[in-house]
């Protein structure tokens, strides 16, 4: 059982269908309220995640933590927005 919050840093995290997602790189915390809001993924899975970005995991997706974290929620791929290029004019 995990007597610090800190200790979760470096647990692998699994989908509720066992696929690999990351490795907890941080926590997200409410400091306002001393809760732990969400958990900071990184090195993710490419075919979970999109480039293979971080992600921040709300907390109320968690299922289990214990020498691993299993989500109950998890979308079934993660893609990065596409915003508007702005093309810049030059002037001659």
């Given at each position: 059982m995990l007597s610090e919050a800190s200790e979760l840093i470096g647990l692998?995290?699994?989908t509720n269908q066992g696929i690999y997602l990351?490795?907890?790189?941080?926590?997200?915390?409410?400091?306002?309220e001393n809760k732990v809001q969400g958990l900071f993924i990184s090195s993710?899975?490419?075919?979970?995640?999109?480039?293979?970005?971080s992600v921040n995991v709300p907390f109320r997706w968690i299922n289990s933590v214990g020498?691993?974290?299993i989500l109950?929620?998890?979308?079934?791929?993660?893609?990065?927005?596409r915003g508007s290029?702005?093309?810049e004019k030059s002037n001659k």
């Open positions: 692998q995290v699994y990351g490795n907890i790189s941080n926590l997200v915390v409410e400091v306002d993710t899975n490419p075919l979970l995640v999109e480039g293979s970005k020498d691993i974290v109950k929620y998890f979308p079934k791929r993660v893609a990065l927005k290029k702005k093309t």
